[in-house]
């Protein structure tokens, strides 16, 4: 009998994990939040012209949260987990104990790329191919964005009696193929502006090396065009330059030819040096996005003692900022002091391994999220550190064995 009529056992469990792990994929890339409005519900309009009471989280990380669970006993067995969960706690409780909340917000965010790494990387760890389920996934969330992007702005010129060719170029030029919509109007796209953008980021970067390494050459191309083309509408300077300076920092790594070890240590010096030069010297920008920084960080570093090092958070500017200092390496150690170097110490061990087909990537990637810290805090960000997390288990489990090399779809 002739059996490729019916299906191996082990051949249906590799698709249905393949289907599962897309959709994980799908949700994690997905940027729908989700708000709690007590007078009107649940939302999932809430920007920032359309704010809540409460604050938006990502649908995200709602399922790492339950995937959390599944995989707490791994977790709790985790010993270097165990050791930051221990210094986040304690600092946590005496920023409370010090009148200073923001130390829970901040604390929970530092966990979450940590987390999504190790629960990820269990999860994935006997699949098969999971680089190319995740790249496809990827690929179907900012498709399908960029088509009904096309489709609200095409209905916003039907006021219009006969909306010519010209207008609605016009039309796309201005909004340069993007909105503030994901799929629906009534779903707003919640950190638009600021964190969102690290989607695009991460879409050239993999098709940069997809095309390099001959892999999904025509999808990627496509994607390449589709990210460069909308990056540009979010008004993310962070994640626009970092694309223009692709080409530059492509030529110093083939270059240079460091360890990715190596690679972190001098970003994050550029990111301390360029701190401490704005938290004591008051530059007086003429940017008023970049000269809130520098107030921050300026008045920040003049009210610093010794017992501020041990205890960042007993500063009087700390106590009284009540929002963040727009500077991830300041907002991090001003509540959690030194701890921030055991915790940077594990970002870079994750960065450091992955697989060797893959440093290039990890490379960009820890460019724009430590260099990235001087202006946004982006790794502890919820909707980016389960991205990066999830994206980083993927590149240290994917084998070279396992690698698809000229693969058409």
């Given at each position: 009998?002739?059996?490729?009529?019916?299906?191996?056992?082990?051949?249906?469990?590799?698709?249905?994990n393949?289907?599962?792990?897309?959709?994980?994929?799908?949700?994690?890339?997905?940027?729908?939040?989700?708000?709690?409005?007590?007078s009107?519900?649940?939302?999932?309009?809430?920007?920032?012209?359309?704010?809540?009471?409460?604050?938006?989280?990502?649908?995200?990380?709602?399922?790492?949260?339950?995937i959390?669970?599944?995989?707490?006993?791994?977790?709790?067995?985790?010993?270097?987990?165990?050791?930051?969960?221990?210094?986040?706690?304690?600092?946590?409780?005496?920023?409370?104990?010090?009148?200073?909340?923001?130390?829970?917000?901040?604390?929970?965010?530092?966990?979450?790329?940590?987390?999504?790494?190790?629960?990820?990387?269990?999860?994935?760890?006997?699949?098969?191919n999971?680089?190319?389920?995740?790249?496809?996934?990827?690929?179907?969330?900012?498709?399908?964005?960029?088509?009904?992007?096309?489709?609200?702005?095409?209905?916003?010129?039907?006021?219009?009696?006969?909306?010519?060719?010209?207008?609605?170029?016009?039309?796309?030029?201005?909004?340069k193929?993007?909105?503030?919509?994901?799929?629906?109007r009534?779903?707003?796209?919640?950190?638009?502006?600021?964190?969102?953008?690290?989607?695009?980021?991460?879409?050239?970067?993999?098709?940069?090396?997809?095309?390099?390494?001959?892999?999904?050459?025509?999808?990627?191309?496509?994607?390449?065009i589709?990210?460069?083309?909308?990056?540009?509408?979010?008004?993310?300077?962070?994640?626009?330059y970092?694309?223009?300076?692709?080409?530059?920092?492509?030529?110093?790594?083939?270059?240079?030819?460091?360890?990715?070890?190596?690679?972190?240590?001098?970003?994050?010096l550029?990111?301390?040096?360029?701190?401490?030069?704005?938290?004591?010297?008051?530059?007086?920008?003429?940017?008023?996005?970049?000269?809130?920084?520098?107030?921050?960080?300026?008045?920040?570093?003049?009210?610093?003692?010794?017992?501020?090092?041990?205890?960042?958070?007993?500063?009087?500017?700390?106590?009284?900022?009540?929002?963040?200092?727009?500077?991830?390496?300041?907002?991090?150690?001003?509540?959690?002091?030194?701890?921030?170097?055991?915790?940077?110490?594990?970002?870079?061990?994750?960065?450091?391994?992955?697989?060797?087909?893959?440093?290039?990537?990890?490379?960009?990637?820890?460019?724009?999220?430590?260099v990235?810290?001087?202006?946004?805090?982006?790794i502890?960000?919820?909707?980016?550190?389960?991205?990066?997390?999830?994206?980083?288990?993927?590149?240290?489990?994917?084998?070279?064995?396992?690698?698809?090399?000229?693969?058409?779809?």
């Amino acid at each position: 009998m002739d059996r490729s009529i019916f299906y191996d056992k082990k051949e249906i469990l590799n698709k249905s994990n393949g289907y599962f792990i897309y959709i994980i994929f799908i949700i994690i890339f997905s940027p729908i939040f989700l708000s709690l409005d007590f007078s009107n519900g649940f939302k999932f309009d809430a920007w920032v012209g359309n704010l809540y009471f409460r604050p938006s989280i990502p649908i995200s990380l709602i399922l790492l949260c339950l995937i959390s669970i599944l995989y707490l006993k791994q977790l709790l067995k985790n010993k270097k987990l165990l050791i930051l969960f221990g210094l986040i706690g304690l600092y946590t409780l005496l920023n409370l104990y010090n009148g200073t909340t923001r130390a829970v917000i901040v604390g929970f965010g530092m966990f979450i790329p940590v987390i999504s790494f190790y629960i990820f990387k269990n999860l994935l760890n006997t699949l098969k191919n999971v680089y190319k389920v995740m790249y496809l996934a990827l690929f179907s969330v900012i498709i399908i964005k960029f088509i009904f992007d096309i489709y609200h702005l095409y209905i916003s010129l039907k006021p219009a009696i006969v909306p010519t060719i010209s207008s609605i170029l016009d039309s796309f030029i201005e909004y340069k193929f993007n909105t503030q919509h994901y799929v629906f109007r009534s779903i707003m796209i919640y950190n638009y502006l600021d964190y969102f953008p690290f989607i695009y980021y991460l879409a050239v970067i993999l098709s940069i090396n997809n095309i390099k390494n001959k892999i999904m050459e025509s999808y990627s191309l496509f994607l390449l065009i589709i990210s460069i083309l909308a990056v540009a509408a979010t008004g993310s300077r962070l994640f626009s330059y970092g694309i223009v300076l692709i080409p530059i920092l492509y030529i110093f790594y083939k270059t240079t030819k460091f360890k990715l070890e190596t690679y972190f240590y001098l970003f994050m010096l550029i990111s301390i040096s360029v701190s401490l030069a704005i938290g004591l010297v008051d530059f007086n920008f003429n940017d008023s996005s970049l000269a809130t920084r520098n107030i921050l960080a300026y008045k920040y570093f003049n009210d610093l003692s010794f017992l501020n090092v041990i205890l960042p958070f007993m500063s009087q500017h700390r106590m009284e900022t009540v929002g963040s200092f727009h500077n991830e390496l300041l907002e991090i150690f001003s509540f959690f002091g030194l701890t921030i170097i055991y915790y940077y110490y594990l970002i870079m061990k994750i960065y450091s391994g992955v697989n060797e087909e893959y440093k290039l990537i990890s490379y960009f990637l820890m460019f724009i999220i430590i260099v990235g810290a001087l202006i946004q805090i982006n790794i502890s960000n919820p909707y980016v550190g389960i991205m990066l997390g999830m994206i980083l288990a993927v590149l240290t489990l994917e084998s070279k064995n396992e690698r698809i090399v000229n693969a058409k779809i």
